[in-house]
């Protein structure tokens, strides 16, 4: 890298925008939205969708209810131009959707491009020629007028060539782009904008589409909405007229700039989903859709199955969707730290039905776009321990006491540590099985009975300890009490039982009942055992075992 970089790269001069009103608003309503998927998307792709390929992606978008979709660049290829013809020929097009095309302001493309039209009921001519000075000095060796004349030459092409098709029922609007738009003088985009409307002569029934592209992505998201905003204010037909955003995303942000834009009076957004496109993508309109509805506003495309457009996306684009993605990525809806953990269970069991969305460090409910909760924790060496009780419990039912978190958590962290990778739930129910309800040395209870007289409980219960067999009798208060006492005759360590809880397990006939025990030895530390059984009693019984062959392991490794 340069030292000084100044010396290589300009600041991108501001816009003198005093009054800029922008700042000031919020977002009400969603866009008209185009999906440029098929055609500035597909040209970006290492490997083009296939004809069979971009039908399902069409059928995809009209699906999620795109009302506009770019369908390709017909006169610059025949595969674009039968895609086209194959759509209108086979009826694919439902009546309330505008398939939009994009043509280069020469008359024999314009007039290919309008057979490629033929029979369409609605559809969006889209026209475009290169504005910035750049292009001008170093492409089109072209003075501003020349610039200029190209635009309104091609847009009375469009007009001329265009009576046959709308005799013949079309419905069609124009769409003009001054290419590489942010990077052009405003004074120049806002006369070549002037000199193509004059030509078209929209009306407030069928409006001209401007669209500004940010062709590459030079400056800060709030230059951009200046730009627009300077545009929507001068724009001598601004009732007949839609101002479009077209950004791409070089700086990475793209969105930012197109959620400004919108602020700055846009109406209307041209993008793809997951921002498929040149270099660094066009703009997401996944993400600018669903910032909008985590406001409040229903953006009029329906995400519901977003798991299910990615994985269409990825087949036919042959790109992956990345892990951090806003909304449809791997890991969107993963927290990895155990302090989010934790805040994200306290919310999400605090939150209500039927109240706003307020669930800790998940600002959209992952149900709405068909994503389930279930793998919303995993656990790894950093997780906390109320990652791990949450997934026994949400994933198996295990509700564990408050009190056994932090014991159940050192343990599956030291386990995910040595193994060097996240638990799946699964991995962490066999970690718990085998720590509490399977643990069977040195005791095992063999048999367990109790008898009531008056107030009291007797036991009697059968043990191998070691491997020996013991025949114990115990009275108190209750079966725990009594097997307690019962155990005082042996040379188990003596202890004393700090709590108890427990909850069924299942329902109805299959229902067993899961017991938790803490106790205190008198020179080890508490530590829980858990049993299993469909007698309570005995569940309880058995966690007390597992306790004690869990203290035993504790003293033979000196842990
Ligand atoms: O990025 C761009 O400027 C374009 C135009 C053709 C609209 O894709
Ligand atoms: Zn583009």
């Not at 290919?112 to 492409?139: C, E, M, W």
């Not at 072209?142 to 013949?168: D, E, F, M, P, Y």
Request: overall charge negative.
């Amino acid at each position: 890298m340069q030292s000084a970089p100044v010396s290589k790269y300009r600041q991108f001069p501001p816009v003198h925008l005093p009054h800029r009103q922008w700042p000031n608003r919020t977002l009400t309503h969603a866009p008209a939205w185009c999906s440029v998927d098929l055609r500035d998307g597909n040209q970006a792709l290492a490997q083009p969708m296939n004809v069979e390929e971009k039908l399902e992606y069409f059928e995809m978008l009209v699906g999620i209810g795109f009302k506009e979709i770019e369908v390709g660049f017909p006169s610059a290829s025949q595969i674009e131009f039968d895609f086209c013809r194959r759509l209108i020929d086979e009826n694919r097009i439902p009546a309330d959707v505008a398939i939009q095309i994009l043509c280069q302001c020469r008359e024999e493309l314009i007039i290919r491009s309008f057979d490629a039209l033929k029979g369409a009921k609605n559809a969006i001519f889209h026209l475009y020629n290169s504005t910035s000075p750049a292009q001008r000095q170093h492409v089109f060796n072209a003075s501003r007028s020349a610039i200029i004349k190209i635009a309104t030459q091609g847009t009375q092409w469009v007009k001329n060539h265009s009576q046959a098709l709308t005799a013949a029922g079309t419905h069609l609007r124009l769409e003009y782009s001054p290419e590489s738009f942010t990077s052009t003088e405003l004074e120049f985009s806002w006369e070549i904008c002037e000199a193509v409307t004059d030509i078209w002569q929209p009306s407030t029934d069928n409006k001209i589409i401007l669209n500004l592209p940010a062709t590459v992505e030079y400056a800060t998201p709030n230059v951009h909405a200046d730009q627009i905003e300077w545009m929507c204010d001068r724009l001598t037909r601004r009732d007949k007229s839609l101002v479009s955003l077209h950004t791409h995303n070089d700086r990475g942000t793209g969105i930012a700039a197109t959620e400004l834009a919108l602020l700055a009076g846009a109406d209307r957004v041209e993008g793809t989903l997951f921002g498929n496109g040149e270099r660094t993508g066009n703009l997401d309109v996944v993400t600018v859709a669903l910032n909008l509805y985590t406001h409040g506003i229903h953006p009029n495309l329906d995400f519901s199955h977003i798991n299910e457009i990615r994985e269409v996306y990825e087949r036919t684009t042959r790109l992956e969707v990345p892990a951090r993605q806003p909304y449809a990525g791997e890991l969107t809806f993963t927290a990895f730290s155990g302090s989010h953990q934790d805040a994200i269970k306290k919310s999400w069991s605090a939150q209500k039905p039927h109240e706003p969305w307020d669930v800790l460090y998940i600002p959209i409910d992952p149900a709405d776009i068909g994503r389930s909760y279930k793998a919303i924790i995993r656990i790894n060496a950093q997780s906390g321990k109320g990652g791990v009780a949450y997934v026994l419990e949400n994933e198996f039912g295990y509700a564990l006491p408050k009190l056994m978190h932090k014991e159940i958590g050192k343990i599956i962290n030291d386990v995910a540590d040595t193994k060097g990778t996240e638990l799946s739930p699964d991995d962490i129910l066999a970690v718990f099985r085998r720590e509490y309800l399977e643990r069977c040395a040195p005791i095992v209870l063999q048999h367990f009975k109790t008898t009531e007289h008056d107030s009291a409980v007797t036991c009697r219960a059968t043990l191998t300890i070691d491997g020996a067999s013991h025949e114990l009798t115990g009275e108190g208060n209750g079966p725990i009490d009594a097997f307690t006492r019962a155990l005082f005759d042996t040379s188990l360590p003596k202890f004393e039982i700090l709590s108890y809880s427990e909850h069924s397990l299942g329902k109805g006939s299959e229902a067993r009942a899961v017991s938790y025990i803490q106790i205190k030895t008198e020179r080890g530390r508490p530590l829980f055992g858990a049993g299993i059984d469909t007698n309570i009693e005995l569940a309880s019984i058995k966690a007390i075992v597992s306790a004690l062959n869990r203290c035993a392991l504790q003293t033979a490794t000196g842990t």
